[in-house]
């Protein structure tokens, strides 16, 4: 979809988990809430800019523009209006509730 659509579903992770795992718990999700291919996702590790190499915008100033919370609060990611929630994906690698975003 175009990327300016806002989340219908949105994916948090922690960094140091198992990316095989990841993707086996969002295919999951996916299938059991029939969550299709053409909605809109915002996952973390792809919405922020994090390189931190002055191509893009610093990660401290991405944070002052809230992208967590507005996502979070958004109409469009709560299932009560068609969207399809928040997946907090765990693994067996890593505590996923180590993230600075679980202060929301």
């Not at 893009?56 to 967590?68: A, D, H, T, V, W």
Request: proline share 5%; net charge negative; hydrophobic share 35%.
């Amino acid at each position: 979809k175009n990327r300016d659509d806002p989340a219908q579903l949105m994916l948090s992770h922690a960094w140091a988990e198992d990316a095989e795992e990841c993707l086996q718990a969002v295919k999951s999700f996916v299938k059991s809430n029939e969550v299709p291919l053409t909605a809109s996702v915002w996952f973390c590790c792809f919405a922020n800019y994090q390189p931190e190499d002055n191509c893009g915008p610093s990660i401290s100033k991405q944070l002052k523009m809230e992208p967590f919370t507005r996502v979070i609060e958004s109409k469009e990611v709560k299932t009560a209006n068609g969207g399809f929630g928040m997946l907090a994906v765990h693994t067996t690698k890593e505590d996923l509730y180590t993230r600075l975003w679980c202060v929301h």
